[in-house]
């Protein structure tokens, strides 16, 4: 495999092991619905502020999600199209049927 197939492997791998995390995707498949504060979006998936907000700089770094302030409240959404298409095909290969 040459090197640059390799970085490539590499951070698919990483990507997915982002994605993997059962906390991680709660808040992901909140965002896809809307943008969402800290504090609905620990609602929604019934953890601390702190917790979610861990969570959520994980995921800002993977660029999974993004942030926009608004006062001194922060809205999370989701980063692109392209995350919500992964969630997406990946529900429509999980619920194929042979």
Same mark, same amino acid.
């Given at each position: 495999?040459?090197?640059?197939? #390799? =970085? ?13 995390? %059962? ?17 609905e ?7 601390? #502020?702190?917790?979610?907000? %861990? #969570?959520?700089? *994980? ?7 993004? @942030?926009?302030? =608004?006062?001194?409240? *922060?809205?999370?959404?989701?980063? =692109?199209? +392209?995350?919500? =298409?992964i969630? @997406?095909?990946?529900?429509? @290969?999980?619920? +194929?049927?042979?």
């Open positions: 495999m040459e090197n640059n197939n #390799q =970085d490539l492997v590499y951070t698919l791998s990483e990507f997915y092991k982002i994605m993997a995390d %059962y906390t991680r995707m709660k808040i992901i498949y909140a965002l896809i619905e809307k943008e969402l504060c800290v504090t979006i620990a609602e929604i998936v019934n953890m601390s #502020q702190t917790a979610v907000s %861990y #969570q959520l700089r *994980i995921l800002r770094g993977a660029r999974v999600v993004k @942030h926009r302030r =608004d006062g001194k409240m *922060i809205f999370y959404s989701i980063d =692109d199209e +392209h995350v919500s =298409d969630i @997406h095909t990946t529900v429509t @290969h999980l619920e +194929h049927e042979e």
